[in-house]
């Protein structure tokens, strides 16, 4: 799978249980390929066919992941807590995550 | 040991399905409920204040106004502290105090004076839904954060921050976010700790 559709996949992925991981999966891939044109261009592309009601859905849920993380990783979400020490790069996704939202909805 | 997980049948695949799609439809209910401003409080960066260095706990031993006092050349203050000094109107049910410093000399210097204790309280939880001593909490940082003056010559985080400690702090809580905003004076269509670039390194 490409590094763009495995982001994409990550972040609709719909599950209670061990769903903050892959949300920090795909925002770790974010922040390590943001600087990436060709990639973010790729991202961008996919997140316009996505609907506005999963859209929603999927920034929720991205910023309940990156939440979970800096509260109590350990308690929040089994299966995040090995993402703690990368909490700073899980920010830099999300921000990134955000600004290709807002480009997405100017 | 052996994961069970993996000789899941069919009908305990679609049981996992079915209860993943009723978080789904109650968060989206939630989202339906907020209205707009769930839109603008999701496209906040949260900021974990206890993560931006090393947290210390000490009980109060006076009012909090004098130790917020005592404390006004050495800090910034934070989350609900700051919201209260800016504003007079806080977030959190329990009035502590939260403020950034870069040493623990003003922390000895406030015990000596009887202002808070002298040791460590052992129970440094933030937003703690059990009984307990008011507290100070001091998030011990290398650089202060950016800093705005508001009455009273008092320095509090900027709105910007603020706002990403907020939802750092509860989450994503569309009544408290309401508050933020309206006495922050922010419009509606302003959209507080929107990263377009990524956040610095803490």
Same mark, same amino acid.
């Not at chain 1, 316009?48 to 509260?71: H, I, K, T, W, Y």
């Not at chain 2, 968060?27 to 900021?47: D, F, K, Q, T, Y």
């Not at chain 2, 917020?68 to 989350?79: Q, R």
């Given at each position: 799978?490409?590094?763009?559709?495995?982001?994409?996949?990550?972040?609709?992925?719909? %599950?209670?249980?061990?769903?903050?991981?892959?949300? *920090?999966?795909?925002? *770790?891939?974010?922040?390590? %390929?943001?600087?990436?044109?060709?990639?973010?261009?790729?991202?961008?592309?996919?997140?316009?066919?996505?609907?506005?009601?999963?859209?929603?859905?999927? %920034?929720?849920?991205?910023?309940?992941?990156?939440?979970?993380?800096?509260?109590?990783?350990?308690?929040?979400?089994?299966?995040?807590?090995?993402?703690?020490?990368?909490?700073?790069?899980?920010?830099?996704?999300?921000?990134?995550?955000?600004?290709?939202?807002? %480009?997405?909805?100017? | 040991?052996?994961? !069970?997980?993996?000789?899941?049948?069919?009908? #305990?695949?679609?049981?996992?399905? $079915?209860?993943?799609?009723?978080?789904?439809? =109650?968060?989206?209910?939630?989202?339906?409920?907020?209205?707009?401003?769930?839109?603008?409080?999701?496209?906040?960066?949260?900021?974990?204040? #206890?993560?931006?260095?090393?947290?210390?706990?000490?009980?109060? &031993?006076?009012?909090? $106004?004098?130790?917020?006092?005592?404390?006004?050349?050495? !800090?910034?203050?934070?989350?609900?502290?700051?919201? =209260?000094?800016?504003?007079?109107?806080?977030?959190?049910?329990?009035? $502590? /105090?939260? !403020?950034?410093?870069?040493?623990? #000399?003003?922390?000895? =210097?406030?015990?000596? !004076?009887?202002?808070?204790?002298?040791?460590?309280?052992?129970?440094?939880?933030?937003?703690?839904?059990?009984?307990?001593?008011?507290? &100070?909490?001091?998030?011990?940082?290398?650089?202060?954060?950016?800093?705005?003056? /508001?009455?009273?010559?008092?320095?509090? /985080?900027?709105?910007?921050?603020?706002?990403?400690?907020?939802?750092?702090? /509860?989450?994503?809580?569309?009544?408290?976010?309401?508050?933020?905003?309206?006495?922050?004076?922010?419009?509606?269509?302003?959209?507080?700790?929107?990263?377009?670039?990524?956040?610095?390194?803490?």
């Amino acid at each position: 799978m490409k590094p763009a559709s495995f982001v994409i996949v990550k972040l609709l992925t719909e %599950r209670a249980h061990k769903g903050a991981k892959d949300k *920090l999966q795909a925002l *770790l891939v974010l922040a390590e %390929r943001g600087e990436d044109e060709a990639f973010e261009a790729e991202v961008y592309g996919l997140l316009a066919a996505v609907d506005r009601e999963r859209l929603a859905d999927l %920034r929720a849920s991205a910023q309940g992941a990156v939440f979970s993380l800096q509260r109590d990783p350990t308690f929040s979400d089994a299966g995040a807590e090995g993402y703690a020490p990368m909490r700073h790069l899980v920010e830099i996704g999300l921000a990134r995550l955000s600004a290709l939202l807002e %480009r997405l909805h100017a | 040991m052996p994961d !069970a997980r993996r000789f899941l049948t069919a009908d #305990e695949r679609m049981k996992e399905r $079915e209860r993943d799609l009723r978080v789904l439809r =109650r968060e989206r209910m939630i989202r339906e409920v907020a209205g707009p401003v769930w839109h603008r409080m999701v496209r906040v960066v949260p900021l974990s204040f #206890e993560g931006q260095g090393r947290l210390v706990a000490r009980e109060l &031993l006076a009012p909090r $106004e004098d130790v917020i006092e005592a404390l006004k050349l050495d !800090a910034v203050f934070a989350v609900d502290t700051a919201m =209260r000094l800016a504003h007079g109107a806080g977030f959190l049910a329990v009035h $502590e /105090v939260q !403020a950034y410093l870069t040493g623990t #000399e003003p922390l000895d =210097r406030l015990a000596q !004076a009887g202002l808070i204790s002298a040791r460590d309280h052992f129970d440094s939880i933030l937003v703690r839904p059990w009984p307990g001593p008011i507290r &100070l909490l001091a998030c011990l940082v290398d650089e202060l954060p950016p800093s705005r003056e /508001v009455e009273g010559g008092y320095r509090v /985080v900027t709105r910007e921050r603020l706002g990403r400690e907020l939802v750092g702090t /509860v989450g994503p809580r569309a009544d408290l976010f309401i508050l933020y905003e309206k006495v922050e004076g922010i419009g509606t269509s302003a959209a507080p700790g929107v990263a377009s670039t990524p956040p610095p390194h803490p």
